[in-house]
């Protein structure tokens, strides 16, 4: 993603670029540990869905499909919340790459 | 037509507040500058101002609701002093960042511990870096006349940055003057219409205002707020021009009083700049040749103009209502010293500080540091860099 210079930049912090959120992949804020989503397990509760704070978790129609690892910043909510008596999100090891890296 | 009126500081505050009539006026209450809230509330109480006025609970919250009233598109003012500035201090820099044009008449007044209601320059000094203009005022008449410029300059269009009137605490606050009010209709046409770039209130522009920044943005976007503050001195000498020719009364980034044959130079801001120059004219019958230079505007700081008028001398004496714990020498001493510095050949210069708390400055004192300036034109040396003035020892 291009960075605009200073003189480009709109006066006074105004950003017009309405919903640019989704270019701002919080996904590469990760470090070191992702969710893991196992079917199988999910009662299909909604909690993850609910607390996720950054609404990476994946929806197709009625049902959690998954995470979406572009946005999810691996902060742990969604496995914390999860009730079920073996989680259907597990937090598992992942490597740490640079931001450059990550951001590319 | 103008008439003269008999007002102190406030009630000037007050009266030009009632004819520019801004969109939003929010401030809480604070001595010394308590008189121009109470003016104003009666105006709106008389129907005699049509914008809101609005008191909240404390002055972090007076400035915060100025922010959001200048961001819905509103033109916006507010007045406090001393502790009621210092609590505003994080927004100040927001409605600085955000390059929203409110402006603040700031009733001078020291910053506690010790409590103490009197007129010295430590809460706006302290807020020099906040990324406001700074315009300093000697009397009510200057106090009244910033304040209208002080609209013209903070809307600019190159500039779109806050700017505060400042008037000393009780020595102008609540002095009576006579002084020449303008016509409301020409007041109100010299100001103009003001048109917000970015009003939150227009529902066809989606945007955001105040966003977060990481690495990536901050540093842009505090380079690109600068440029407000830098395009500032051209309009602010266009303002005043202009004033000049539209009420008689033309203002610039500092006034020279018997400066264009003086050898010694007082430098001293706001009321001490009264007394000060009553002292000059009889040193001036003594044969000292000794002038005055009153910075009216002090940020942005017109270095430039200043060092060109003070080069020539011999001896130059700053005299500064704060103090800067720790630094090397009070605030406007500081500024002008570096501003020196790129002059191969520049005067010698020394530092006194003065008045805090309220304390007076009398034309003996004036007399006291043009001996010390005439010493030191004499021996070429400074002894004392940094001295206080009234102050038992
Ligand atoms: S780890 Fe955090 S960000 Fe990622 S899906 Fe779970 S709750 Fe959302
Ligand atoms: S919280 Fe657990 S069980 Fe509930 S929907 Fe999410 S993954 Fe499935």
């Known amino acids: 993603m291009k960075k605009e210079s200073w003189k480009e930049l709109t006066l006074g912090t105004i950003n017009l670029d309405a919903g640019n959120s989704v270019k701002n992949l ?46 999810c910043t691996g902060c742990g909510i969604c496995s914390v919340e999860c009730p079920t008596k073996e989680k259907a999100i597990v937090m598992v090891k992942e490597e740490v790459k640079l931001f450059e890296e990550r951001a590319k | 037509m103008s008439k ?35 003016t104003i509330a009666k105006f709106k109480a008389d129907g005699l101002i049509s914008g809101e006025f609005v008191c909240p609970e404390s002055e972090h919250s007076a400035m915060s609701l100025c922010i959001g009233a200048a961001s819905a598109g509103g033109r916006v003012m507010t007045a406090t002093a001393s502790q009621g500035l210092a609590l505003m201090w994080e927004m100040l820099y927001i409605a600085a960042g955000l390059r929203l044009p409110i402006v603040a008449a700031i009733a001078n ?78 007041v109100k046409k010299f100001i103009g219409e003001y048109k917000s770039l970015y009003p939150l209130l227009d529902s066809k522009v989606k945007m955001t205002v105040g966003p977060i920044d990481f690495t990536d943005y901050y540093f842009e976007h505090k380079r690109n707020q600068l440029e407000g503050i830098e395009n500032a001195p051209q309009v602010i000498e266009e303002v005043g021009k202009e004033f000049g020719k539209k009420f008689g009364r033309e203002y610039g980034f500092f006034e020279g009083y018997r400066l264009d044959d003086a050898e010694l130079c007082i430098v001293a801001m706001s009321s001490a700049a009264g007394t000060c120059k009553d002292a000059i004219d009889e040193l001036r019958s003594e044969g000292k040749r000794v002038g005055l230079l009153k910075p009216r505007i002090f940020r942005p700081f017109p270095h430039q103009r200043i060092s060109e008028a003070l080069i020539k001398m011999k001896a130059v004496a700053v005299l500064d209502r704060s103090s800067s714990p720790g630094a090397f020498g009070a605030p406007l001493f500081t500024e002008i010293r570096s501003a020196l510095y790129d002059y191969e050949e520049r005067p010698k210069i020394t530092n006194y ?41």
């Open chain 1, 26 to 71: 919080t996904g590469t804020w990760r470090s070191g540990k992702k969710p893991q989503f196992i079917e199988e397990r999910c009662i299909q509760c909604f909690f993850c869905w609910l607390y996720c704070p950054h609404f990476a978790i994946e929806v197709d129609g009625d049902k959690v499909r998954g995470i979406n690892y572009d946005y």
């Open chain 2, 4 to 38: 003269f009126v008999t007002l102190n500081g406030n009630q000037t505050i007050g009266e030009a507040a009632r004819q520019i009539d801004p969109d939003v006026i929010a401030a809480y209450p604070i001595t010394p500058s308590t008189a121009i809230v109470e």
């Open chain 2, 109 to 186: 007044r020291s910053l506690s511990a010790p409590i103490n209601i009197h007129g010295d320059h430590s809460d706006t000094m302290g807020a020099r870096d906040s990324g406001w203009i700074q315009i300093y005022s000697e009397n009510c008449q200057e106090a009244y006349d910033n304040f209208i410029q002080a609209f013209r300059i903070a809307e600019h269009l190159d500039v779109r940055t806050p700017v505060l009137v400042g008037l000393d605490g009780f020595i102008i606050s609540h002095s009576m003057e006579v002084i020449q009010v303008e016509d409301d209709a020409e």
């Open chain 2, 353 to 393: 500080v003065y008045g805090l708390g309220g304390r007076d400055i009398k034309i003996e004192h004036f007399k006291e540091v043009t001996d010390d300036l005439e010493k030191i034109a004499e021996t070429g040396k400074v002894e004392k860099v940094y001295s206080y003035i009234n102050l038992r020892e």
